[in-house]
Nanobody
Framework: QVQLVESGGGLVQPGGSLRLSCAAS????????MSWYRQAPGKERELVAD????????NYADSVKGRFSISRDNVKNMVYLQMNSLKPEDTAVYYC?????????????????WGQGTQVTVSS
């Protein structure tokens, strides 16, 4: 079955770095756009970064541009989020997401998979 398993979260001081990893299985990884989302307490889930299937075009939320970097390895079925210069406002549960659209009987169907999340806490 489809699985997305995040790892690498933890407690880090402001200004520090973390690297999140997401291991994917159960689907054709290279056919899916991959994203990282986050959800802070009391706030809605928000897109942090995404990366296209094969060319690897990336997109970032304004709040993380220049500090975070998303990458993927289509051989290992992994996606990563390198987070530098972390701030307390980056504290959240970070989720890995896989998404792809396909045609079924003339209709477009979107496959949308989520991991369980990994906690990132930025605090001194």
């Amino acid at each position: 079955q489809v699985q997305l398993v995040e790892s690498g979260g933890g407690l880090v001081q402001p200004g520090g770095s973390l690297r999140l990893s997401c291991a994917a299985s159960g689907f054709t990884f290279s056919s899916y756009a991959m994203s990282w989302y986050r959800q802070a307490p009391g706030k809605e889930r928000e897109l942090v970064a995404d990366i296209t299937r094969t060319v690897g075009i990336t997109n970032y939320a304004d709040s993380v541009k220049g500090r975070f970097s998303i990458s993927r390895d289509n051989v290992k079925n992994m996606v990563y989020l390198q987070m530098n210069s972390l701030k307390p406002e980056d504290t959240a549960v970070y989720y890995c997401n896989a998404k792809a659209a396909r045609s079924v009987g003339g209709y477009m169907v979107v496959d949308d998979y989520w991991g369980q999340g990994t906690q990132v806490t930025v605090s001194s």
